[in-house]
Each structure stands twice: as C-alpha cells, then as structure tokens.
C-alpha cells in the first residue's frame, strides 16, 4: 500500500510554551504539536491507523471495522482515513444512535461510514473472541480494528513519534493515556522517560496493561515509564469548572486547542506538578505529546 509522503512522513512542528504561571519554576516545556498532521487524521490516530491500514490491504481487505462512543475521535479519523485511502468504514457505536447524528458522527457519515448503534451490554463484547468471530462472518471483507486502535500495529505506528524530537534536548516526554497504545509504541523506542497521564478513574489499571501489552506483543520497553493516575477528574470525560478554566486560559495564552477528556486533564495535571517545584529535577526540558483528538471538545460545546 503507497502511503503519500505527507502521510507516512507528516511534518510536526514543536512549539515551547511561554506562560508566565511557568515563569521562575525552573522547568521548560516544548509540545509536539501532532494535532497539526492533518484536519481529521490528526494526533495519534495517525500512528495508531498507519500500520492498520497497511495490513488491511495486504490481506486484501476492503473494509475497515471498528468502535467507538458518539464523540469517538477514533470512528471520526477512521472514516476519513478510509476515504482518503479507498476503505470502506463501518463503525459500531456504543449506544443508540441519537437522530439527528451529533457533529462528529455526522462527519463520519459523510466520509462513507456505516454507522450501527449498539446496546451498551453488546458493546462490553468489543473483545470477546466469539463476538469478533460473528463480526467477521457478518462483514467478511472487513478488517477489525480495535477500539482507540488499540492493537499491535497501532503500538507499532506509536513506536515513531520519537522520530520527531531530539533525544539530547528533552528529560522527560508526556503524555495523556487512554488505551496506554501511545505510551506502550513510545516505550519501545524512546531513550527519554515516560510519564503518562491516566484519563480514566482506576487504580494502577493502565500500569497493568500497558505491561501486559508489551508481554502480549513480544515486546520490550528501552526506557523508565511511568503512570499518573490522580487527574482524572472523576472518570472518562468527566470534568470541572476548574478543568474548563484551565483549558480555556490555555488555549488563549498558548493558542494551541486543548480538550477536557485527554489534552486537557495532561497539561491541568503537568501544570500542578510543575508548581510543586520539587516534582521534576531543577531545569528539566519536558517535551509534551499533544495527542490531538479534538472530538470531545464539540461534544462539550
């Protein structure tokens, strides 16, 4: 499958945060700016989608399958995907689907997704083997997907974005996680230590699953990673007036476009980690990965 150079090699530019709230803390921030690959595709979606797309095709495959919620960043990138690159798209929804269709699905409608609303108890199944077997008896040209891309070849396509920052100017690369598939890809190619903001309430769930990732995977990690779990507001898409407040002195000092589910929690927490002062080494350089995934936002708007 022929990539586009803008595609398998997207330029990203990083951009240093200059906020006074920072001023005199000792510690600089740089953010990789991955929301800016492309208008739909963007964030990690692209690395998660690159090597899925790829072995979709070598196996011959003409749909593209996966899940996701009613503001799925990931259904929204993988509908357009699929229409830049000839896939068919079906996404299977979790819940009913609401008439008329919010923004973001509507958006996937329009690339050609078929979109399928299914109960919530349904949807808990999205892993279980004999679920995924009826699946593929019922759309036999499709390729599964995980949801979030969450599988090896998202791991694998994560595994690049160390590509795009230089190992000798940066102590520590950050990041929110979901899945953990950006933390797991990064783990096994980074030189510089990890530290991942959970976005999702659960004691030391995503340690576990990122290790048994790797385990899964026949991989291993080359750097010293580790998990924040204490800002997630509440859950999945749970915020505060604190959160909004934050994100939106963000966007206006910063002009960079934050979203209260995972951009927004990870620079709320980084901030708060950063005024402790003793938290990071005395002039520690962070390089920050801003994950893209600007769905959330309009489902709060």
């Known amino acids: 499958m022929e990539l586009s150079p803008e595609f398998n090699s997207p330029y990203i530019p990083v951009q240093k945060i200059e906020d006074p709230l920072l001023e005199d803390l000792g510690t600089s921030l740089s953010i990789l700016r991955t929301d800016l690959i492309h208008p739909v595709v963007s964030g990690n979606k692209w690395f998660k989608l690159k090597y899925n797309l790829i072995k979709a095709h070598e196996q011959g495959k003409r749909s593209l399958l996966s899940f996701g919620g009613p503001w799925s960043n990931h259904l929204h990138a993988l509908a357009e ?19 008329p269709l919010n923004s973001c699905l509507d958006d996937a409608r329009k690339a050609g997704m078929l979109l399928e609303g299914i109960s919530r108890s349904i949807y808990r199944e999205k892993d279980n083997p004999d679920y995924l077997r009826s699946l593929q008896q019922r ?39 979901g899945t953990g598939t950006m933390l797991t890809g990064l783990a096994t190619t980074s030189a510089i230590p990890l530290l991942g903001f959970q976005i999702l309430k659960g004691d030391n769930y995503l340690n576990r699953r990122i290790s048994n990732n790797l385990q899964k995977f026949g991989l291993s990690s080359h750097c010293e990673w580790s998990i924040n779990d204490t800002f997630h507001f509440g859950g999945y898409a749970k915020t505060t007036e604190e959160l909004i407040a934050f994100i939106s002195r963000f966007e206006r000092v910063n002009k960079i476009p934050l979203e209260p589910v995972y951009s927004g929690k990870m620079l709320y927490g980084l901030y708060e980690l950063t005024k402790k002062r003793d938290f990071f080494p005395q002039n520690s350089r962070i390089m920050i990965i801003h994950g893209g995934g600007l769905q959330g936002k309009r489902g709060f708007l």
Request: hydrophobic content about 40%; proline content about 3%.
């Open 81 to 99: 995907a699929g229409r830049l690159f000839n896939f068919k798209t079906i996404g299977l929804v979790r819940g009913e689907l609401a008439t």
């Open 139 to 177: 759309f036999p040209d499709a390729y599964l997907i995980p949801e979030g891309g969450a599988n090896r070849e998202g791991v694998q396509g994560c595994a690049e974005l160390n590509l795009y920052f230089d190992e000798n100017q940066f102590d520590l690369v950050c990041m929110a996680c």
